[in-house]
């Protein structure tokens, strides 16, 4: 099969010849179709994103959709034949979607939503498992909440969007204005972060309380900014970027609670994998009902053009999701 491999940091992707994979104990033999590219992709080939343990050579790649081509000893919920998509590889030593082929852990992976096409379901499990983890199991948002996503318009940002919509909250979202469209498109109210004051939108949204939940996918001084809305005493600040150093005064001057969102824990220490794909399982309801939907690129890329998939993530030219095409 053809795949590309990284064979050091910070180089270009060889696209090479190498055997295709089987499906061992426990996996299945994934024909991919199509593989998108997140920030954390490119963090990973640069070399600046230690967390991800990439050993080299590697074939990176995070997300995939595809077709099920054989299954391993012990897989029961999987046949040939099967449309999926999901989190799979790229990181810690597990082989990534860069690849015509990937054996993988089935635990790992959900039946294809029937309304998306492969480029589209490619595009979300990384961002889709984020919001979830972040929105789901730990804020439980539902319809009493008010819910702030920062950086609405972003590749986890309007999945929290419409995610939190989905279930039946009030959501604001910072964003650039020259996309309000974008959040109100998905029923949300967009902020304008670079003219009012912290105190200003807390005011203007939620008559000075704060918000019940805080999602923050910027970090840096966004984070700082979610401590200060925090709703006294229920507030609960969630970052999938909490890393450097923050003053937790105002968390704790509103008594309010925070936790951090790491995504990629199934995949580097084995534990919880199950957990991803009962996420995409039951996403996948929500998706078919309509209810959330991927934005992505239109721009066709493929393994011999993923340098110019990468700069246009890079340069911030990309109009949504950016996505592999593997197999046609």
């Known amino acids: 099969m053809k795949a590309l491999v990284l064979e050091s940091f910070n180089t270009p992707y060889q696209l090479k010849q190498i055997d295709k994979p089987v499906a061992g104990k426990g996996q299945v033999l994934v024909k991919i179709f199509a593989s998108s590219v997140n920030p954390l992709d490119l963090k990973i080939k640069s070399g600046h994103a230690g967390h991800a343990k990439a050993v080299l050579p590697a074939i990176l790649g995070i997300d995939m959709a595809g077709v099920v081509e054989a299954v391993g000893e012990g897989v029961t919920g999987f046949i040939p034949g099967d449309e999926v998509y999901g989190l799979t590889g790229g990181i810690a030593g597990v082989p990534g979607t860069l690849a015509e082929y990937a054996a993988v852990d089935a635990d790992l992976l959900a039946i294809k939503p029937k309304n998306l096409s492969m480029r589209e379901a490619a595009a979300l499990p990384l961002v889709l498992i984020t919001a979830w983890e972040g929105l789901v199991d730990r804020a439980n948002v539902n319809k009493d ?3 702030l996503v920062h950086g609405g318009a972003g590749g986890v940002g309007h999945i929290a969007v ?4 989905a279930l039946g909250a009030q959501v604001f979202s910072t964003v650039d204005a020259t996309k309000n469209e974008v959040i109100t498109g998905y029923g949300a109210t967009p902020i304008d972060y ?6 200003q939108y807390v ?7 704060g918000f019940d939940v805080i999602f923050d996918t910027i970090g840096g001084e966004t984070l700082d900014a979610s401590f200060k809305a925090a709703k006294q ?5 969630l970052s999938i970027l909490g890393w450097g150093t923050h003053s937790l005064a105002p968390l704790s001057f509103h008594g309010a609670t925070y936790s951090g ?13 199950k957990h991803h794909g009962d996420i995409l399982r039951e996403a996948t309801q929500l998706i078919e009902s309509g209810k959330l939907k991927p934005l ?6 493929t393994l011999e053009t993923i340098s110019n998939a990468y700069e246009a993530l890079e340069q911030g030219k990309a109009k949504g999701k950016v996505v592999i095409n593997i197999n046609n």
């Not at 670079?194 to 105190?199: E, F, M, P, Y």
């Not at 969102?261 to 994998?273: E, N, Q, S």
């Open 296 to 301: 992505v690129d239109p721009e066709n890329y």
């Open 203 to 209: 005011q203007q949204c939620t008559n000075g309380e």
């Open 233 to 237: 005493y229920v507030g609960h600040v």
């Open 162 to 165: 419409q995610l939190s919509k």
């Open 261 to 273: 969102v790491f995504t990629l824990y199934p995949l580097i220490t084995g534990k919880g994998r």
């Open 145 to 147: 909440k008010t819910v």
């Open 194 to 199: 670079k003219n009012l004051t912290v105190d």
